[in-house]
């Protein structure tokens, strides 16, 4: 859907935009959460608003191990997604009409195959009890996956880039999230302790443009694959290093 907006940029801005906007309100719809408007009032103090606002501070190495893993992965993905067009120009010397085309097949391919794994992954780990495990898996597989296009810097190149990773995106989105669950410290502070996880994947993509600007000034846009794969590596070896989830 991206690459119909590249002769418009500020349209495709706008767009997505009000389909952010919409989104989140379906969402409150959707989840069907119970008013808290006749819960007990807790007295406000100055102190637990500190704590609203406060990291975990007890028990939460699992937690912080989490954070990093999930920040390592989405700048991963931010230091190739970021500069898709670049790549697709300058790297596979692709031509503006072919640049379009490639990002509409890999984009379709991306979001076929990881729909797919995200609704199947979680059952499969919930039969097997290794959610941790999968995860490690599914980082490993897209580092791989980044690897491909680095070797083979053509077209169809990022066409298996493109599934490979799709696949382990897909199924780690469902897995990340049951070990964002399982490592949260404190079950009172739930909501707020997966606020700042969730931080990652905004900080993540800002860090992942940063990231592969550095590492395109370096070595060339053949490095961002690179880079993509040394970062989910990283991320692979801190999600092994969790301890409270199997």
Known sequence: MVAQFLE???????????????????????????????????????????????FPTHGARDFYKTLAARFLLTVGSGIVSNYMLYILQDYLRLDQTGSQRMLSVT??????????CCLVAGPIADRIGR??????????????????PFLVPTPGGLVAFSAI??????ASSSLIQTI???????????????????????????????????VIGVVGYGGAFVGQAVAVLAAAALFASIRRVR
């Open 165 to 170: 990773v799709g696949v382990a995106n897909g």
């Open 180 to 214: 964002s669950v399982e490592v949260l410290p404190d079950p009172a502070a739930a909501a707020k302790d997966l606020g700042f996880l969730n931080l990652a994947n905004t900080l993540g993509g800002v860090g992942g443009s940063f990231a592969g600007a550095a």
């Open 107 to 116: 984009s379709a391919i991306t979001l076929a195959v990881g729909l797919v």
């Open 131 to 148: 959610p941790k495990l999968l995860t490690v898996v599914t980082a490993c597989m897209m580092a791989v996956g980044a690897l491909v």
């Open 8 to 54: 418009d940029v500020t349209l495709g801005v706008e767009v997505f935009a009000a389909v952010a906007l919409a989104g989140g309100v379906l969402s409150a719809l959707l989840a069907g959460e119970r008013s808290n408007l006749d819960d007990p009032k807790v007295p406000f103090r100055p102190r637990e608003l500190l704590g609203m606002v406060m």
